[in-house]
């Protein structure tokens, strides 16, 4: 769970050392997942299943955008989420809690519409790595994207509030 902390830092500071020159921001962000079922099958320790729930929560991350061109920028974001996960199988059993985290580490495109020098849209699609770890751990390829607002507060800070998807496959 370290190493994987670790890795991100290392590569976010790789990149922000060798980008330098260019415009860098870097977001700190806390947002809710709402609870997720998904259809699936196989089993877990000698019980067979065909429905997995993830419970919702608070989920933490950060990332640091390059701008590359005005009001385009490349993206590299890490986030986690503490949670419990639940298995269903025939009938109406239920198997569960068991804890989980789950993390993802993105790297995308983002675009921004300047409304004022103060507010702007921004929209973006990325690509990346998600992964479970807790009672069980899997990896998978995911992909996502966001859209919402920025509101500048002053020339450094800046709050954005919007909607984002990160989704393995």
Same mark, same amino acid.
């Given at each position: 769970?370290? @190493? =994987?902390?670790?890795?991100?830092?290392?590569?976010?500071?790789?990149?922000?050392? @060798?980008?330098?020159?260019?415009?860098?921001?870097?977001?700190?962000?806390?947002?809710?997942?709402?609870?997720?079922?998904?259809?699936?099958?196989?089993?877990?320790?000698?019980?067979?299943?065909?429905?997995?729930?993830?419970?919702?929560?608070? =989920?933490?991350?950060?990332?640091?955008?390059?701008?590359?061109?005005?009001?385009?920028?490349?993206?590299?974001?890490?986030?986690?989420?503490?949670?419990?996960?639940?298995?269903?199988?025939?009938?109406?059993?239920?198997?569960?809690?068991?804890?989980?985290?789950? =993390?993802?580490?993105?790297?995308?495109?983002? @675009?921004?519409?300047?409304?004022?020098?103060?507010?702007?849209?921004? @929209?973006?699609?990325?690509?990346?790595?998600?992964?479970?770890?807790?009672?069980?751990?899997?990896?998978?390829?995911?992909?996502?994207?966001?859209?919402?607002?920025?509101?500048?507060?002053?020339?450094?800070?800046?709050?954005?509030?919007?909607?984002?998807?990160?989704?393995?496959?």
């Amino acid at each position: 769970r370290m @190493g =994987h902390r670790f890795a991100v830092i290392l590569v976010a500071s790789a990149l922000a050392s @060798g980008l330098a020159a260019q415009n860098v921001r870097l977001n700190f962000f806390s947002g809710y997942t709402f609870q997720e079922r998904l259809t699936i099958g196989g089993t877990y320790n000698g019980f067979s299943f065909s429905e997995a729930r993830i419970a919702d929560g608070q =989920h933490f991350g950060g990332s640091i955008e390059f701008d590359v061109r005005p009001n385009k920028a490349v993206e590299l974001l890490y986030q986690t989420q503490t949670t419990q996960g639940y298995l269903s199988g025939a009938g109406f059993n239920e198997f569960g809690p068991y804890d989980i985290s789950l =993390h993802y580490i993105m790297l995308g495109g983002l @675009g921004r519409l300047p409304f004022s020098d103060v507010v702007s849209g921004y @929209g973006g699609l990325n690509l990346g790595c998600g992964w479970m770890t807790g009672d069980n751990e899997a990896t998978k390829f995911a992909w996502g994207g966001k859209l919402g607002l920025q509101i500048n507060l002053t020339s450094s800070v800046g709050i954005k509030a919007g909607a984002q998807l990160l989704s393995p496959v």
